[in-house]
């Protein structure tokens, strides 16, 4: 609960009366008549958190006066920033992010040796700290309990939580990984799931040799397991189970059979086994395709905060994690980033076969051709835009999307080339009417964009352009195939001055 010191006049009487705790501090109102007792909990150089009878205040600094042993130093607050969670993006990505951040800022950054991960961020002149950074890693239960109860600021997460707000901080993508020596070419995903579930036992049913599968995954209180096990629906069977990523793949690379599903950050020193769907189509996580969603076993990794007022220099890093320069951290670690990465169209060969060993028999030569005269010398942004099922309402991750095209237009990154919004569908139904659906869907997305950037000049829009069922990303038997072609992609012409015939304006 958030308070200031102007207040009813009915609550001091309330407080007042109330029964008096270990007087930490005081914080008096600079105008009287009011007095809060309790116990300090922090203070971010704006608002004082202190625990009280009533339970936990959140005041604003301006209006009181702290007195009492514990207040702080109010010409170099220090923040308290606790983080909890999974161990591997934790101890990968925390240090070089908050030590950019200090740098950035001209402070000094002390790790501290004592710990996993702690660190120090220190004024350079008075050597006075200004923060103190902690990060305990908890199974995930235990993490949101201290999340809720005040003990910790932030937690690490692969799955968001209704309990907390949430922030996408970095993307990793889930992979197969086996030994280096294993000669098992491929490896569909339906086979994949029945080996994780027992139901396939030998490498000789799956393409290999004959050989049983040694499935190893990670222990079930550990939160990537608890992902994997929710994005391919069901639980793994008997396996061997390790307490964190490393040791799955030191183990799995250590045995010419085993198998297990891991993130594509923590692959060394086992090799990945390259996957396909149902149909054959290859599942490759590229960044481009992780970024655009194109790859359905992307595992984004969120920074999840309580629903309470976190201390200014919490606040702080989070906005910074939006900056180019975190982005370029976060790629570094070998997580995958969100900026926005571009790639030649013609340089995609394997998308180009796809279109035309997924073409149905509606999808003409003429069709085809017209697909490939705008993709020669475009490239693919990625920037892609989905509807939820059903529906005509862009995704979360889309309006994400399409608020960073905003700023991209507005900012003039696209001068001298020329956008294209291509409408994609699955190929359920007649091909004339997915032609008519995806040329729809691109003029509803120029058209949620003009209603986000009423400012934008109509020369800097993109034009529109449907390809109905022309180019399929994945199996259309399977609800998530159907679900992954149906897109609206973001492709840039250079120096492309007006449309072609066969593209329409929104």
Same mark, same amino acid.
């Given at each position: 609960?958030?308070?200031?010191?102007?207040?009813?006049?009915?609550?001091?009487?309330?407080?007042?009366?109330?029964?008096?705790?270990?007087?930490?501090?005081?914080?008096?109102?600079?105008?009287?008549?009011?007095?809060?007792t309790g116990v300090l909990q922090g203070y971010d150089g704006e608002y004082y958190r202190i625990e009280t009878t009533y339970g936990m205040l959140t005041v604003d600094g301006q209006g009181v006066i702290c007195d009492g042993p514990a207040c702080p130093d109010l010409s170099a607050p220090k923040a308290m920033i606790r983080l909890v969670g999974e161990e591997g993006p934790g101890l990968i990505l925390l240090p070089? =992010?908050?030590?950019?951040?200090?740098?950035?800022?001209?402070?000094?950054?002390?790790?501290?040796?004592?710990?996993?991960?702690?660190?120090?961020?220190? #004024? @350079? +002149?008075?050597?006075?700290?200004?923060? +103190?950074?902690?990060?305990?890693?908890?199974?995930?239960?235990?993490? *949101?309990?201290?999340?809720?109860?005040?003990?910790?600021?932030?937690?690490?997460?692969?799955?968001?939580?209704?309990?907390?707000?949430?922030?996408?901080?970095?993307? $990793?993508?889930?992979?197969?990984?086996?030994? @280096?020596? !294993?000669?098992?070419?491929?490896?569909?995903?339906? !086979?994949?799931?029945?080996?994780?579930?027992?139901?396939?036992?030998?490498?000789?049913?799956?393409?290999? @040799? #004959?050989?049983?599968?040694?499935?190893?995954?990670?222990?079930?209180?550990?939160?990537?397991? %608890?992902a994997i096990a929710d994005r391919l629906g069901a639980p793994i069977g008997t396996a061997t189970l390790h307490a964190d990523p490393k040791a799955l793949a030191d183990a799995v690379a250590a045995d010419p059979w085993a198998i297990a599903i891991t993130g594509r950050s923590s692959i060394l020193p086992a090799r990945r086994i390259p996957l396909t769907d149902s149909c054959g189509f290859p599942l490759l996580p590229s960044t481009l395709a992780v970024k655009a969603e194109d790859y359905p076993l992307a595992l984004p990794v969120y920074l999840l905060s309580p629903q309470?007022?976190?201390? =200014?220099?919490? %606040?702080?890093?989070?906005?910074?994690?939006?900056?180019?320069?975190?982005?370029? +951290?976060?790629?570094?670690?070998?997580?995958? $980033? %969100? *900026?926005?990465?571009?790639?030649?169209?013609?340089? #995609?060969?394997?998308?180009?076969? !796809?279109?035309?060993?997924?073409?149905?028999? #509606?999808?003409? =030569? $003429?069709?085809?051709?017209?697909?490939?005269?705008?993709?020669?010398g475009a490239d693919r942004l990625s920037l892609t835009f989905r509807f939820e099922d059903g529906s005509s309402t862009l995704t979360a991750t889309s309006r994400e999307n399409l608020a960073d095209l905003a700023l991209l237009i507005a900012s003039g990154q696209f001068r001298n080339e020329s956008m294209v919004l291509a409408g994609f569908s699955d190929g359920s139904g007649a091909a004339a009417a997915n032609l008519a659906l995806s040329i729809e869907r691109a003029g509803r997305v120029a058209q949620e964009l003009t209603a986000l950037a009423p400012d934008l000049a109509p020369e800097t829009l993109p034009a529109i352009a449907g390809f109905g069922e022309a180019l399929p990303m994945a199996c259309d038997e399977t609800a998530i195939g159907r679900h992954l072609n149906r897109r609206v992609e973001l492709w840039l012409v250079p120096d492309f001055t007006a449309p072609p015939a066969s593209v329409q304006t929104p």
């Open positions: 609960m958030c308070v200031t010191v102007r207040i009813a006049a009915a609550l001091s009487v309330i407080i007042g009366s109330g029964m008096a705790l270990a007087q930490d501090v005081s914080l008096i109102a600079r105008e009287g008549g009011i007095v809060l070089p =992010l908050f030590r950019t951040f200090a740098e950035q800022r001209g402070l000094m950054y002390q790790q501290l040796a004592d710990q996993p991960y702690g660190a120090t961020i220190l #004024d @350079p +002149v008075s050597q006075k700290p200004l923060a +103190v950074i902690t990060f305990v890693v908890m199974p995930p239960d235990a993490a *949101s309990a201290a999340l809720a109860d005040g003990t910790a600021d932030l937690k690490l997460s692969f799955l968001t939580d209704p309990d907390f707000g949430d922030q996408a901080l970095a993307t $990793d993508a889930l992979v197969a990984i086996v030994a @280096p020596d !294993n000669p098992t070419p491929e490896l569909s995903t339906v !086979n994949m799931t029945k080996i994780l579930a027992g139901e396939v036992s030998n490498w000789a049913a799956v393409g290999g @040799p #004959d050989m049983p599968i040694v499935v190893h995954a990670l222990a079930p209180e550990v939160e990537m397991q %608890r309470r007022r976190l201390p =200014l220099m919490t %606040r702080e890093f989070l906005e910074f994690l939006r900056t180019p320069d975190a982005q370029s +951290v976060i790629a570094s670690t070998g997580y995958v $980033d %969100r *900026s926005v990465t571009r790639q030649p169209m013609t340089g #995609d060969g394997l998308r180009l076969i !796809n279109a035309i060993q997924g073409a149905g028999k #509606d999808i003409t =030569l $003429d069709d085809l051709k017209r697909l490939v005269d705008l993709m020669d």
